[in-house]
């Protein structure tokens, strides 16, 4: 199973949990117990929670709503009235607990908090007007990402997952194009 954390923010991270939506959707998070390794891989949410299906399937609607959101501020087009009702009223949960210590913060709650962190993460997020969401550059990959980059400047969702394919995919072609003999 593969979790990537580099959309800058857990609720554009949740959204990107469904890799390339507009062609064959992958859902890396097939079942409750994927959802509890998701949780605890994520650096701003608890160590430890567990879903059953009712916790499952609310975070999977609150990850629908918050990708859809998103979308909307990307394509500068007013926000979906469910949408909102589905992630503000997961913001009224209660929250994950949190302490200090000398590892960094620690943050413990169940998944209803875990959920609620995120939901209140994305409303700070896509009610900030200056904050610069964008869509990978690699077309089919379909990941949203808050770019903090300098100018704006950053174009992929990772370098590693899409940038380095582009640029790879770039070469082969200019490379296949050199070497197609001139015609006669
Ligand atoms: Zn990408």
New binding site residues.
Partial sequence: MYFAFVSGNPALDLAATVGTRRSEPIDVLATPADLERWVARCDELPDHVTADSGTFQSALSLREALYHLALDRVLGRPFGREDLRIVNAAATGPLPAVELGNAGLRMSGDLVAALSHIARSGIALLADPHARIKE???AE???L?LDRSRGARRT???MD???NRVKAAAYRTRRRTAERPACS
């Fill in positions: 990978c550059g690699r990959c379909t990941r990402y992929w969702c990772g997952e899409c940038g």
